[in-house]
């Protein structure tokens, strides 16, 4: 069948963005399938080009679904926050796109950089709107603080991409909660060695 029945079109188009993320995450673009994204969606192949056109227009809707989350999150920031506020929350919503992220830095791995777009449009706006609170925010200069918002991105991304057990191992804790809050310490301490600003 198309799609199940009684969903909805904006749902049905909603499962397959879902399921083509976490494809796009697990296996990359080459190796995804429109059949696996179709199974895990519930709908047929011949639904996805309704909503997509092809596979490089749904990979194009991946990027631009997390990209708007990301830049709905950089909305709810404040000009006077701290970072002390800013990294946990950030870590968190890290957390739950992680699927986004892999996919990411899996094109990264798979094609050597990203494309022009997301590299000079979309990921040079969301450095630039921290950079911009941390220079607001502190006084400190726009070289330092793209320097410590590149820095700690990158570090997030990779802890982020970390399962959850190697994160556990990795900081000999028992606990999820622990390790996150190790990441954070770390993450925090870098931003403030990076900036030169003390603790809050």
Same mark, same amino acid.
Do not use: C
């Given at each position: +069948?198309? *799609? ?12 397959? =963005? ?5 494809? $796009? ?12 994204? @179709? ?6 192949? @011949? /639904?996805?080009?309704?909503? &997509? ?8 809707? %991946? ?9 709905? $999150?950089?909305?709810? =920031? ?11 929350? &950030?870590? #968190? ?12 830095? *899996?094109?990264?791995?798979?094609? !050597?950089? =990203? #494309? ?5 449009? *979309? +990921? ?14 502190? !006084? %400190?200069?726009?070289? @330092? ?12 991304? *990779? &802890? ?5 057990? #190697?994160?556990?191992?990795? &900081? /000999? ?11 954070? @310490?770390? =993450? ?13």
């Amino acid at each position: +069948m198309p *799609r199940i029945k009684g969903r909805k079109p904006e749902t049905t188009r909603e499962a397959v =963005l879902e399921a083509a993320i976490w494809a $796009f995450a697990e296996y990359g673009f080459d190796n995804a399938t429109l059949a696996v994204i @179709a199974q895990k969606a519930g709908v047929t192949a @011949a /639904t996805l080009p309704y909503h &997509f056109t092809d596979k490089k227009g749904l990979w194009d809707a %991946v990027i631009d679904a997390f990209y708007k989350e990301l830049f709905q $999150f950089a909305a709810t =920031l404040k000009p006077d926050e701290n970072y002390e506020d800013v990294l946990p929350r &950030f870590y #968190d919503w890290s957390i739950e796109n992680r699927n986004g992220i892999r996919v990411i830095l *899996r094109n990264v791995i798979e094609t !050597g950089s =990203l #494309d022009r777009e997301v590299r000079e449009v *979309r +990921m040079g706006a969301a450095f630039e709107i921290v950079a911009r609170l941390a220079v607001n925010r502190y !006084g %400190v200069r726009e070289k @330092a603080a793209r320097d410590a918002t590149v820095a700690v991105t990158h570090l997030i991304t *990779r &802890f982020v991409t970390n399962s959850r057990e #190697d994160n556990r191992r990795a &900081f /000999t804790v028992t606990t999820d909660e622990e390790a996150r809050d190790r990441i954070v @310490a770390i =993450l925090l301490q870098t931003a403030r060695v990076l900036l030169d600003i003390p603790a809050a």
